[in-house]
C-alpha cells in the first residue's frame, strides 16, 4: 500500500503540500480532484520520488521513498506514472517504444520484452498499431499507448495525472474505458483528473485537494453526491 503521513513539500518559499495524510490500500482507485494549483501533480511526483519532499513520509509497501538508501530506480519501476502528454521517439514504432523500458531497466531479452509488449498493447487495444510509428496515432492512442508503456514494467501501482486532459473530447472516453479496465482488473491506482463523472462511477475513494490539503476524502457517493464543505461544494459547481 501507499501512506503519506504528514506530507510537506515546497518549492522554496512556496509551500505546496501542507501536512498531506492519506493511505491507499492494495487494489483500491483513489480519485484526486481539486482546484488547478492546489498539489495534485506535486503528490505523484513525490510518491514516486521525483520531487523531494521536506516534512512527513511516504512509505509504499513499508519503503520510505525519501529515506537516504532507497533505490529510487528500483521503487520506481513498481510505480508506474503516466501524465497529460509523453513524448514517445518519433523514430521508433509504437511496438519498440513500448518494448524500451523492459529491454534497458528490466533487462529482458528482445523476444521477452516483444512478448510483453505485443501483450500491454493489445490490451488497451493497439494490437493492429504495432508497426505504426507514434505520429500516425490519434491523442487517445497515444494515451494509451503511454499506459501501455507503464504497464510493461509490471508495475504494482499506476499513478495517472490528467491523463485525458489534452484530449479532443471525442476522444477521452477510449482512454478513460481503458483505465476502467484496468480498475475492475484490480490495479492499485492514484488518478488525477477533471472527469467527476467518471471519478464518480470507478472510484473507491475521492480525495478533494485544496491549498496543498486534502480537505475531504471518503466514498464517491459522499465527496461527489453529497459534499459537506462549502469548498468542494464550489469546486464541484465549477465543474460539473
Ligand atoms: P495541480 O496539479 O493541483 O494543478 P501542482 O502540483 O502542479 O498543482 O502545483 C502546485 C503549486 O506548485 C502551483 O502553485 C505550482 O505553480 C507550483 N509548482 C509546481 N511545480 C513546481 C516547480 N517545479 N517549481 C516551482 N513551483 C512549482
Ligand atoms: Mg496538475
Redesign the pocket.
Known amino acids: 500500500m501507499i501512506e503519506l503521513k504528514d506530507v510537506r513539500k515546497s518549492?522554496?518559499s512556496?509551500e505546496?503540500l501542507k501536512g498531506v495524510t492519506l493511505t491507499v490500500q492494495k487494489g483500491e482507485v483513489l480519485s484526486v480532484i481539486?482546484?488547478?494549483?492546489?498539489?495534485?501533480?506535486?503528490?505523484l511526483m513525490c510518491i514516486n520520488g521525483l520531487e523531494p519532499i521536506q516534512g512527513g513520509q511516504i512509505l509504499v509497501d513499508g519503503i520510505d521513498v525519501h529515506a537516504r538508501g532507497t533505490d529510487l530506480n528500483k521503487l520506481r519501476q513498481r510505480i508506474g506514472i503516466v501524465f497529460q502528454q509523453w513524448n514517445a521517439f518519433p523514430h521508433l514504432t509504437v511496438l519498440e517504444n513500448v518494448m524500451l523500458a523492459p529491454r534497458k531497466v528490466l533487462g529482458k531479452s528482445k523476444r521477452e520484452a516483444e512478448e510483453i509488449a505485443v501483450r500491454q498493447l493489445t490490451h488497451v487495444g493497439l494490437g493492429e498499431k504495432l508497426k505504426v510509428y507514434p505520429s500516425k496515432l490519434s491523442g487517445g492512442q497515444q494515451q494509451r499507448m503511454a499506459i501501455a508503456r507503464a504497464l510493461a514494467m509490471q508495475p504494482d501501482y499506476m499513478l495517472f495525472d490528467e491523463v485525458t486532459s489534452a484530449l479532443d473530447p471525442q476522444l477521452v472516453g477510449e482512454v478513460l474505458d481503458t483505465l476502467k479496465m484496468l480498475s475492475e482488473e484490480g490495479m492499485t491506482m492514484i488518478l488525477?483528473t477533471h472527469e467527476i463523472r467518471f471519478a464518480r462511477d470507478v472510484s473507491d475513494r475521492v480525495a478533494f485537494?485544496h491549498k496543498g490539503l486534502i480537505h475531504e476524502i471518503g466514498a464517491p457517493e459522499q465527496v461527489i453526491g453529497n459534499p459537506q464543505k462549502p469548498e468542494t461544494i464550489e469546486f464541484l459547481k465549477s465543474v460539473l
Open positions: 518549492f522554496g512556496l505546496v481539486g482546484g488547478s494549483g492546489s498539489g495534485k501533480s506535486t503528490m488525477v485537494f
